[in-house]
Nanobody
Framework: QVQLVESGGGLVQSGGSLRLSCAASGSIFNIKSMAWYRQAPGKQRELVAEITSDGSANYADSLKGRFTISKDNAEDTVNKINLQMNSLIPTDTAVYYC??????????????????WGQGTQVTVSS
């Protein structure tokens, strides 16, 4: 089991910045990637950015250049991530969720893949 704790959400004016953090605990040794998703009222949850244990990052096309994901861990490890959000606009308002992917192979050879989610942190951007 992996537990995720998010922090850093809040209320900010349009054009401002916020930094979200997420820390994983529990069985973190097999976390292969972590990510931020967001869900605005009445909309589906969408990927914001993800980062793998080797540091490769991927962003939603519409957010490139404003959002930056990073990890606080040594090479080939990911269990604490950050999301720097700049030039925020009202449509960035959403609940932001941290995600961790644990996957690998059992000794038997069977493949496993688990997704873990944080409780979410509210980000509100006022106009």
């Amino acid at each position: 089991q992996v537990q995720l704790v998010e922090s850093g959400g809040g209320l900010v004016q349009s054009g401002g910045s916020l930094r979200l953090s997420c820390a994983a605990s529990g069985s973190i040794f097999n976390i292969k990637s972590m990510a931020w998703y967001r869900q605005a009222p009445g909309k589906q949850r969408e990927l914001v950015a993800e980062i793998t244990s080797d540091g490769s990052a991927n962003y939603a096309d519409s957010l490139k250049g404003r959002f930056t994901i990073s990890k606080d861990n040594a090479e080939d490890t990911v269990n604490k991530i950050n999301l720097q959000m700049n030039s925020l606009i009202p449509t960035d308002t959403a609940v932001y969720y941290c995600n961790a992917v644990v996957k690998g192979y059992e000794w038997s050879g069977s493949y496993y893949h688990y997704d873990y989610w944080g409780q979410g942190t509210q980000v509100t951007v006022s106009s």
